[in-house]
């Protein structure tokens, strides 16, 4: 199959804020999904650019997109408010971008954090669903639920994926949360991965592998969630 071109563009997300992004449809596309970055990389980085290569050999087109603080560049993530007007603008982008196409969110680590704030805070206007690609529920190694306790104002259908080895995700925490968010919530288990979806060389499968899987689950659950 070959592989669907990027096209460049920037997104206007208030009067002094601008962001890069990457538009990816592939003829086939069936549905559209705007996904932002982790904190530590932006949209050109390997696990980005696999993941958004691989959706669209399933069809899913995407709009990657930076934060306001990747383009200055900072270490230091945005306010929150600021993160949240960024998802709504990239959203409001690739409802444009799609068309008819139905459209969902979400994102690697801190990018899926976001978008479920933002949901929490107002509907994104038209997303039927929101993936995390390893959500954050706390800080590395250091268990706690506070971070996820917005999701409970979320009312449409979640895909959680995460690693078993996690360091910013205690699956005994994580499980119970999602457990309260009831049939709305999908969790999806890597076994033996780590917060970047890397698992250890013992267990006989590569970076590539496990993001074909993630690619499928994510196909697997946007076919259920649409009609």
């Known amino acids: 199959m070959l592989e669907a071109a990027c096209d460049s563009l920037e997104i206007r997300v208030d009067a002094t ?9 592939p ?20 696990f980005m ?7 669209a050999e399933r069809g899913i087109a995407t709009l990657r997109y930076q934060f306001p603080y990747m383009q200055r560049p900072s270490r230091r993530p945005d306010p929150p408010a600021l993160c949240h007007a960024t998802v709504r603008a990239a959203v409001g982008s690739l409802s444009e971008l799609a068309g008819s196409l139905p459209l969902f969110a979400g994102g690697k680590s801190f990018g899926g954090r976001m978008s479920s704030q ?3 805070v107002a509907p994104l206007a038209g997303v039927r669903g929101l993936v995390f690609l390893g959500f954050p529920l706390h800080p590395a190694n250091k268990p706690a639920q506070t971070r996820g ?4 104002k979320v009312e449409i259908p979640l895909l959680f994926l995460q690693g078993t080895r996690d360091a910013l995700a205690d699956l005994t925490l994580l499980e119970p949360l999602i457990e309260r968010l009831g049939k709305r919530a999908t969790l999806r288990v890597i076994d033996a991965a780590d917060h970047s979806f890397h698992l250890p060389a013992r ?9 074909s899987q993630l690619a499928d689950l994510i196909a ?8």
């Open 27 to 46: 003829a086939s596309a069936h549905c559209a999904l705007a996904l932002a970055p982790g904190a530590g990389a932006g949209i050109t980085h390997s």
């Open 149 to 152: 306790e917005h999701l409970a």
């Open 17 to 25: 804020h601008s962001v890069s992004a990457l538009w990816q449809r």
């Open 220 to 227: 697997t659950w946007i076919q259920g969630v649409l009609p």
């Open 203 to 211: 267990a006989g499968r590569s970076d590539q592998e496990v993001r």
């Open 49 to 55: 650019a696999d993941m958004a290569g691989k959706l």
């Open 118 to 120: 933002a949901q929490a």
